[in-house]
């Protein structure tokens, strides 16, 4: 996201809305995430172990979701940063120099002799 400005000569001065976020937020919602995922699955242990007298086929689907959750929990948090796909890019192209006209000469160019048969 550029924008031109004309008070300071046309230089593009970019605008960080579209920035990544830090590297302290992404890692405390990553912590986030995770904790939760395993707060679900300590609940699906102990439904399995309330339940397992009580409703069965309730208590093993439970005991599948306490199994696998582990698993999921962590390749969730340790998924790498979003990608930031509007981000400017860092290359920066070197300013534009106007060519330089060559000199006329000196005096006036001599006439070619034309071919007359």
């Known amino acids: 996201m550029t924008r031109k400005r004309s008070d300071n000569g046309g230089a593009q001065v970019f605008r960080i809305t579209g920035a990544r976020t830090g590297l302290a937020e992404d890692v405390r919602g990553r912590q986030r995430r995770y904790v939760i995922s395993m707060v679900v699955r300590t609940l699906a242990v102990i439904a399995t172990a309330v339940l397992w007298d009580i409703e069965r086929?309730?208590?093993?689907?439970?005991?599948?979701?306490?199994?696998?959750?582990?698993?999921?929990?962590?390749?969730?948090?340790?998924?790498g940063r979003e990608n930031a796909p509007n981000l400017p890019s860092t290359f920066v192209p070197a300013p534009s120099r106007p060519m330089i006209a060559p000199t006329p000469t000196a005096g006036p160019a001599e006439p070619v002799p034309e071919d007359r048969p």
């Open 57 to 79: 086929p309730v208590a093993i689907v439970t005991l599948v979701l306490g199994a696998f959750l582990p698993y999921v929990a962590v390749v969730i948090a340790n998924a």
